[in-house]
């Protein structure tokens, strides 16, 4: 088989049936073209040497194979910033699907089930991301060429956010974080609601005498954080009114965090017969107090920063 | 530097290429002229350009046997002859405005 023949065959495997031939004959009458005036040049016939040299200097077979068909791009430029955006917002949602499966897998059986929460995000991720990345192939590359979908026809520069400052843009990761921690807690709070009650009767812990008094303020408010994250989900920026409503809403779980972490026990067994995977309760409340001890004194910390930027948007203005 | 160049070499080349096809040409004859007139481009980017112009109705093709071989000869089609006017006067006038600053510019060096 000649070394064009072999080229031929090789970007013909890389081109659409339909295609093949009309493009591998075109192609093949240029090549000899060449080399019938690389011939006349020099006066003697050209060499397999001189055929690989050519074929060489042409392209590798897949790369001209794909020269001759139209362009194709896994997300175009144009699309490229809302896919990442979804992308964000794929995350969030994968943070509040694991935060709800693994906040019920310990209701269930007091068992922190940290490396299958990991495993649980990485593999949720990935299809998260495979899938996004397949419907924004799609996109980019519609049956017929004509855009299915122009995310950036409809916009009006009087909604564009009044942001004077970087820090005024909620990121995707913080909202992410913020939404999936509070569903968890809400859930957490709220498990006698929607748990059958078989699986109530099986739960090996639960809220102890001394915390319960606690858990419908800590449940409103957190309630009422969740509804705030909501409105941050659509309206991507801090203003001074929002701020304000974060400000009181920091104070008010820092307050009760902190009041609750002086409370001798939070949880309690409840009286079920377990395998022995709780291994103290005694520690376990010690790991939850300090952990509320801590992020009431980092809410406390957002409460400042929160006063501190609205004392900065009141300047601006 | 030379992705610049070549986004800049990009859209003049197919008005080259154009204004070449007002004659036919099958592929390597077209590549000869475009290289005698100074226009140097390599056959991967000259072969699959001058088929996706074809595909875009602005070419006519035909396979001729001449000298013993089949060769594919492009010449441009009506509607290609209408975007290679219109092109033409855009270059015109990009080429003496992009001139007119050059020129400034190397005047107040």
Known sequence: MKLIDRYMSAVSFYLPARRRDEITRELRANILDKLE????????????????????ELGHPQQIANSFLPAQQLVTAELFPFYRQVLGYGVIFV???????FGVVFLNSGHLAIAALLSGLVVKALLMFALVTGVFYVLSNPPGGDPL?????HWIPEQ??????????????EQAIEFSSNLFLFLLLHYPLFMPDEVMASLTIGFAASSKPWIPWLAAVVGFSLLFNMWNLRFSFWTRSKLTVSAVLNLVVAILLLCMSRLSAIIAESGVITDGRIVSIDLANKVITAGLFGVGLWLLFQCGRDLYRIWQLSRAF | MEKLRQELRR?????????????????????????????????????????????????????RQSEGRERRYYRLSEEGSLLLASLSGEWQQLNSCVGAILGVGRETN
């Open chain 1, 37 to 56: 005036n690389l011939a006349e040049q020099r006066g003697w016939a050209v060499t397999e040497q001189d055929v690989s040299a050519v074929l060489k």
């Open chain 1, 95 to 101: 943070f509040v699907l694991e935060s709800i499966r």
């Open chain 1, 149 to 153: 979908f122009k995310p950036y026809q």
């Open chain 1, 160 to 173: 564009l956010p009044p942001v004077i400052h970087n820090w005024q843009r909620i990121g995707t990761g």
């Open chain 2, 11 to 63: 859209g003049i080349l197919v008005l080259a290429v154009l204004g070449s096809l007002r004659q036919s040409h099958y592929g390597y004859s077209l590549r000869k002229q475009l290289q005698d007139a100074g226009v140097d481009i390599d056959e991967g980017t000259l072969y699959p350009l001058v088929r996706r112009l074809a595909d875009q109705g602005l070419l006519i093709s035909e396979w």
